[in-house]
């Protein structure tokens, strides 16, 4: 497997993986669960990286054992996503997490509705 060099391979990735769907999370591109709106991989706010949406153990797991691809900023403490670095050494752990991930989202009920919507 190539690396994941930019967004859009990312994306292309994930697509792949059984009902996930292109949309939005905050006004930004997301790749969702289709069944139940669930967002498991995001834009985020940092260059050369995306967010996953992963749970706690899972999360602090990657920080610690390959914190070159797996990290945070203060914006993501406490949050259940880590931020990943395209230019990982290892696309097929990258893979392997976004598969995970969408798993965890595709378990999950769907999101309560925001006030206003």
């Known amino acids: 497997m190539t690396k994941f060099g930019s967004w859009e391979e990312v ?3 994930a697509l792949t993986l059984p009902g996930t769907e292109l949309s939005t999370s905050w006004g930004s591109p997301a ?3 289709a069944a139940n709106g ?3 991989l995001y834009t985020g706010r940092e260059p050369d990286s995306f967010v996953l949406a ?3 153990d899972s999360k602090l797991i990657l920080l610690e054992t390959d914190p070159d691809t797996y990290w945070q900023t203060p914006h993501y403490e406490g949050w259940d996503g880590v931020l990943v670095r ?3 050494d290892d696309p097929e752990r990258v893979a ?3 598969e995970r991930a ?3 989202a595709a378990a999950k009920k769907p999101p309560r509705a925001r006030k206003g919507k």
């Open 86 to 88: 395209f230019a990982s």
């Open 96 to 98: 392997s997490m976004i």
């Open 102 to 104: 969408r798993d965890e």
């Open 11 to 13: 994306v292309a990735f």
């Open 54 to 56: 992963i749970d706690q």
């Open 31 to 33: 790749v969702k669960v």
């Open 38 to 40: 669930r967002a498991f």
